[in-house]
């Protein structure tokens, strides 16, 4: 059975990081295509960000383009979420998703297994 386990989020002010991580077990995680997305409270969850298991593409929202860097370390089982220039308007429950796809995409229907959150709090 596939886990996905999600850390690093907090409170952060308006223009500060955070660096996310989630941590696979259960599969070949070199082999999944690893992905991002968000949930704001009363909002459908959306992509965030997502790196395919080829490495050969990523994907990321318009809104956090050079802002925030996706990245996998296939050794450790994990993908990062490195978010700099944090907004108020980042502030949700980020989950953490893997699919068996090679294309890095934003479709939520694409990512098989899903982490349980790890919420963010960006204050103005």
């Known amino acids: 059975q596939v886990q996905l386990v999600e850390s690093g989020g907090g409170l952060v002010q308006a223009g500060g990081s955070l660096r996310l991580s989630c941590a696979a077990s259960g599969c070949t995680f070199s082999t999944y295509t690893m992905a991002w997305f968000r949930q704001a409270p009363g909002k459908d969850r959306e992509s965030v960000a997502a790196i395919s298991w080829t490495l050969l593409n990523t994907y990321y929202e318009d809104s956090v383009k050079g802002r925030f860097t996706i990245s996998r370390d296939n050794a450790k089982n994990t993908v990062y979420l490195q978010m700099n220039s944090l907004k108020p308007e980042d502030t949700a429950v980020y989950y953490c998703?893997?699919?068996?796809?090679?294309?890095?995409?934003?479709?939520?229907?694409?990512?098989?297994?899903w982490g349980q959150g790890t919420e963010v709090t960006v204050s103005s």
């Open positions: 998703a893997a699919g068996r796809g090679s294309i890095a995409t934003r479709q939520l229907s694409s990512y098989d297994y």
